[in-house]
């Protein structure tokens, strides 16, 4: 399996940007999908973002669209969510995931690897 390694999360005040890093080890990464997931604080864990492996397909959760970027650097191993105007119901552990097998006819089925996380807050 690849190994995946978040990043970048943090205390940002509302309104503020954040953007989250996923390193990956292991295995081909070009071979894989790439996700973003989260959960907040005392809730189940929920879709934020898909990226197909040349990084020509991008899906989002309706709660983040207009608000987030999920984009990729497959010559770095590198998936990045870049996240704008920031609010407290945006605060949880995010996720990166991996899947060779990813279709986007169903962009939120990730079945592979996943990460450790990262803690965002967002609080004043």
């Known amino acids: 399996q690849v190994q995946l390694v978040e990043s970048g999360g943090g205390l940002v005040q509302p309104g503020g940007s954040l953007r989250l890093s996923c390193v990956a080890s292991?295995?081909?990464?070009?071979?894989?999908?790439m996700g973003w997931f989260r959960q907040p604080p005392g809730k189940e864990r929920e879709f934020v973002a898909a990226?197909?492996?040349?990084?020509?397909?991008?899906y989002y959760a309706d709660s983040l669209k207009g608000r987030c970027t999920i984009y990729r650097d497959n010559a770095k191993n590198t998936v990045y969510l870049q996240m704008d105007n920031l609010k407290p119901e945006d605060t949880a552990v995010y996720y990166c995931?991996?899947?060779?097998?990813?279709?986007?006819?169903?962009?939120?089925?990730?079945?592979?690897?996943w990460g450790k996380g990262t803690q965002v807050t967002v609080s004043s």
């Open positions: 995931a991996a899947d060779p097998h990813w279709v986007a006819a169903a962009p939120t089925n990730f079945a592979g690897s």
């Open positions: 292991g295995r081909t990464f070009t071979n894989y999908a």
């Open positions: 990226i197909s492996w040349r990084g020509d397909i991008t």
